[in-house]
Structures are given as structure tokens and as C-alpha cells.
């Protein structure tokens, strides 16, 4: 088992960066697909990215493709993303998840993940 931690949220101006981590215990997390996901308040949570084991393959919630990078560094143990031409809309407790599998079919689906971070908070003002 994995137990993601997320960090790196914050305050930012519209147009700016931001970089988040998620770094988890286990000799096994390099094996696991991971993914991001965001909830604004009185939203539904929201599929962001999501990275196979290998870091070959990236997959991007139509919202954030060209803005937002996921990568992987498997030897630390750690997933970014990446978040750049911020907007206000992207304001949100960003989570990350990860499970033992590649599946093409549902990877945007928040409860084919058995493992989750707390969150953290990303604001982005106008």
C-alpha cells in the first residue's frame, strides 16, 4: 500500500505558476498509475491528470491541456503537476490518488483509486 501526501498549493495572481507534489511512502508507489484531482466548492470532483508507472504516458482534462504538466519522478518517489497560465476557475483543493493498475477505459474515474491524499488548497485570484 501507498499513502500519497500532497504539497505546494497556495496563493497566486491569474496567469501565474504553480508547482504541486505528491510524494508517498512505499518501495511500490513507482509501480502505481497516479492520477490528479480537483473539487471547487459546490462542484463535483473533477478528473485533472493523470501518469502510467513508466512516465511514458500522460493523459489531461481537456481544461488544463497545454497549461498543466504531470510528470514523475520514480526515484524520489514523487508525482508533480505542473499548473502554469493559471485561471481563476482552476481555484480548488487539488488531490492526488494512485492505484496499482492501468486501465485506458477509467482512469478519470475518482473511485477506481483506493489510495488519497488529504488535498491541498490552490487559490487563484483575480
Known amino acids: 500500500q501507498v499513502q500519497p501526501v500532497e504539497s505546494g498549493g497556495g496563493l497566486v495572481q491569474a496567469g501565474g505558476s504553480l508547482r504541486l507534489s505528491c510524494a508517498a511512502s512505499?518501495?511500490?508507489?513507482?509501480?502505481?498509475?497516479v492520477a490528479w484531482f480537483r473539487q471547487a466548492p459546490g462542484r463535483e470532483r473533477e478528473f485533472v491528470a493523470t501518469?502510467?508507472?513508466?512516465?511514458?504516458?500522460?493523459y489531461y482534462a481537456d481544461s488544463v491541456k497545454g497549461r498543466f504538466t504531470i510528470s514523475r519522478d520514480n526515484a524520489e518517489n514523487t508525482v508533480y503537476l505542473q499548473m502554469n497560465s493559471l485561471l481563476p476557475e482552476d481555484t480548488a483543493v487539488y488531490s492526488c490518488?494512485?492505484?496499482?493498475?492501468?486501465?485506458?477505459?477509467?482512469?478519470?474515474?475518482?473511485?477506481?483509486?483506493?489510495?488519497w491524499g488529504q488535498g491541498t488548497q490552490v487559490t487563484v485570484s483575480t
Open positions: 490518488a494512485a492505484r496499482p493498475y492501468w486501465r485506458g477505459s477509467d482512469y478519470y474515474i475518482a473511485g477506481t483509486y483506493g489510495f
Open positions: 512505499g518501495r511500490t508507489f513507482s509501480t502505481y498509475v
Open positions: 501518469i502510467r508507472w513508466s512516465g511514458d504516458s500522460t
